[in-house]
């Protein structure tokens, strides 16, 4: 059985940083893709981030390109996002999400597993 746990969130200013984690288990992690997705109060779970299965190609929304940055560590099977310039508009719950293959992919319905999320909130 597959699990995602994130951690790292918190309460930030704008402009701070905070780095989440998420540590995966139950099947081969350098096999498959990963993502970080986002959910803001009233509003549809978004696109954030994706890597490919070795690191090698990463994919980001044009609201956080250039300020976060997704990497993996496939001897931890831990994948990371770095959110710098953090902005009141990046208060979400964000959510890490395993692949259904090791190919770069955003859209929501090719990724099998989700964790349950970790609260990132940005005051201004």
Known sequence: ?????????GLVQAGGSLRL????S????RSYAMGWFRQAP?????????????GSST????????RFIISRDNVK???????????????????????????LEYAQYRYDY????TQVTVSS
Do not use: H
Not at 1 to 9: A, D, F, I, K, R
Not at 21 to 24: E, P, R
Not at 59 to 66: D, E, L, M, P, T
């Open 77 to 103: 099977d831990t994948v990371y996002l770095q959110m710098n310039s953090l902005k009141p508009e990046d208060t979400a719950v964000y959510y890490c999400a395993q692949g259904a293959s090791g190919g």
């Open 1 to 9: 059985q597959v699990q995602l746990v994130e951690s790292g969130g």
């Open 59 to 66: 994919y980001y929304a044009n609201s956080v390109k250039g």
């Open 42 to 54: 009233g509003k549809e779970r978004e696109f954030v981030a994706a890597i490919n299965w070795s």
């Open 26 to 29: 139950g099947r081969t992690f």
């Open 21 to 24: 984690s998420c540590a995966a």
């Open 114 to 117: 989700w964790g349950q999320g």
